[in-house]
Structure formats: structure tokens, C-alpha cells
């Protein structure tokens, strides 16, 4: 499944940026989409994620009340919207999918670098 991420960038503490994620080749019924991150020196983390059909969405702690993943179904695109953003925000994003029955991520795209400056 080809994830192509856009909309990276570099911004001020507290600002946003929105994330874009564009799959192909398939429908997602039945997949889970969302996004890591890995912030520089550090370990990739999980940062959320969107049932495709229901539409739930389950977000790390750290970015809970501050970033929204959302989907578009019409154009197999998923996004990412990051407010109140914060230095330690800054990183790599990957934008992910697994089937619903899968335990990990098997799916990846090229990362986009996030850089929040104080």
C-alpha cells in the first residue's frame, strides 16, 4: 500500500501544521491509519490512529487534546492535525497502516520532518 505523507514543516511553538497522508492501490475497509513519529536521538514512537469505516480514533498521551486525526474517504487520504505544538513535537512523521486483524504497522510511508522551534 503506497502512503505518500505531505505538509511537514518547520513552525513556532504553539502554532499548527495539518499532515496529509494519500493511500492508494486499494479501498481501507477493515484498516487502521495513522502516524509515528521519531524525534531526533530518539526511539519511534505511536502517536495515533483512525479506524478506517468506524472513524474511531485512539491518540498517545503525550499529543491527546492537541492533535486530530481525520480521514477522507473519497480520497483514501488521512490527515493529521497538529495545534499548540510544542519543541518536543518536533520529529519525523510516518504515516501508517495495518489491516484490522494485524498487530503491527505494516505499512509505512516516507517520513516528513517536523521542526517546532521555541
Known amino acids: 500500500v503506497p502512503l505518500q505523507a505531505s505538509g511537514g514543516g518547520l513552525v513556532q511553538a504553539g502554532g499548527s501544521l495539518r499532515l496529509s497522508c494519500a493511500a492508494s492501490g486499494r479501498t481501507f475497509d477493515n484498516y487502521h491509519m495513522g502516524w509515528f513519529r521519531q524525534p531526533p536521538g530518539k526511539e519511534r514512537e505511536f502517536v495515533g490512529d483512525?479506524?478506517?469505516?468506524?472513524?474511531?480514533?485512539y491518540y498517545a498521551d503525550s499529543v491527546k487534546g492537541r492533535f486530530t486525526i481525520s480521514r477522507d474517504n473519497a480520497k483514501n487520504t488521512v490527515f493529521l492535525q497538529m495545534n499548540s505544538l510544542k519543541p518536543e513535537d518536533t520529529a519525523v512523521y510516518y504515516c501508517?497502516?495495518?489491516?484490522?486483524?494485524?498487530?503491527?504497522?505494516?505499512?509505512w510511508g516516507q517520513g516528513t520532518q517536523v521542526t517546532v522551534s521555541s
Open positions: 483512525i479506524k478506517w469505516t468506524a472513524g474511531t480514533t
Open positions: 501508517v497502516a495495518r489491516e484490522a486483524s494485524a498487530v503491527r504497522y505494516r505499512y
